[in-house]
């Protein structure tokens, strides 16, 4: 019976294979964009900080200066919102010409400056299970990795802005069935041009095996070139803005990876698997879905070298 229904899928999709690549093309691409499509509905559920059974308002402070990030990044305010979100590092999902619009999330920490002298030691912060001693080492050291100038902070919601502008996740979103596409249309290509249909059938199902790992691995390839493409794109239009702006992006990766080491000795041998000694991210398996935190930091301060210069 199983094999009978598998035999009569194989007929329709051969029938209809132009019809049902068309639908799964369009229904990856879909699934993959309806994170930022609704990004009320999913991505704030997620991220949202709450507090006694409410969600935590984010600081008038903190919202005036993301309307001055946008003034200065001359870009329209109507599609962004912010929030208060969990979590020490700054996040955006949505793109802002779409009905959804983008909402970006500022962790609460963001509420402690440099400038002014506030910190985050009057929260409670637990890391590991247990709760953070702000006066000895190492939460005098995640203290400091944890503040943030102004610069900084608006270096940060500066490059979400920008990379929601220009599309970003709309692109990642379409490398899937860009993909799935190209797979399948060179598949049948090459089948049709070197003669397999009239091959055994366990010749071609070999085949298509190996076309199947080949597309994946390409996809894998092309998803984390493209999103360390966007993530250079946004660093360097955020940096561009200004001198300020540039030297808060050499800060904040600086503080990112000084905060990643500390966690690597915090966590033990979880952190060790996690982070690097120089405090990147370890990479997955075969992949690196985003640039190093390094790379970026290095990349910005050579911009920074050649304006001196």
């Known amino acids: 019976m199983a094999f009978r229904l598998f035999m009569k899928l194989c007929v329709f999709t051969q029938q209809h294979r132009g019809k049902c690549l068309a639908g799964s093309s369009l229904g990856l691409f879909a699934v993959n964009v309806f994170y930022h499509v609704f990004p009320e509905q999913t991505f704030r559920e997620l991220y949202q900080e709450w507090y006694k059974g409410e969600r935590t308002a984010l ?89 943030l100038s102004v610069n900084a902070q608006k270096f940060s919601m500066a490059r979400e802005a920008l990379h929601a502008q220009t599309g970003g996740p709309i692109l990642r979103a379409s490398v899937a069935p860009l993909s799935l596409t190209a797979v399948c249309v060179s598949a049948v290509a ?4 070197l003669g ?52 808060g992006g050499l800060e904040l990766y600086e503080k990112i990876l000084a905060h990643n080491k500390l966690l690597r000795g915090i966590f033990g041998k979880k952190g060790e698997t996690t982070y ?3 405090g990147n991210l370890f990479p997955g398996y075969l992949r690196q879905k985003h640039a190093s935190y390094t790379s970026r930091r290095d990349r910005i301060k050579h911009a920074l070298e050649k304006r001196q210069e």
């Open 190 to 193: 090459v089948k049709q041009h």
């Open 59 to 147: 600081s008038d402070r903190l919202r005036a200066q993301f309307r001055d990030v946008l003034d200065e990044t001359r870009l329209d305010s109507s599609g962004f919102t912010p929030f208060a979100a969990y979590g020490f590092q700054i996040i955006s999902a949505g793109v802002p010409w779409l009905p959804g619009g983008c909402l970006i999330g500022v962790p609460t920490n963001y509420n402690s400056r440099m400038e002014d002298g506030t910190c985050i030691a009057d929260r409670v912060v637990l890391v590991n299970g247990q709760e953070v001693d702000w006066t000895r080492e190492p939460g005098i050291s995640l203290q400091d990795s944890l503040t």
């Open 196 to 247: 397999l249909y009239s091959r055994p059938i366990l010749f071609r199902g070999f085949y298509n095996v190996l076309i199947v790992l080949l597309g994946l691995t390409g996809y894998c390839l092309g998803y984390d070139m493209v999103s360390q493409f966007l993530d250079y794109k946004a660093d360097r239009k955020a940096a561009a803005i200004s001198k300020a702006y540039a030297r």
């Open 276 to 278: 690097a000694s120089n």
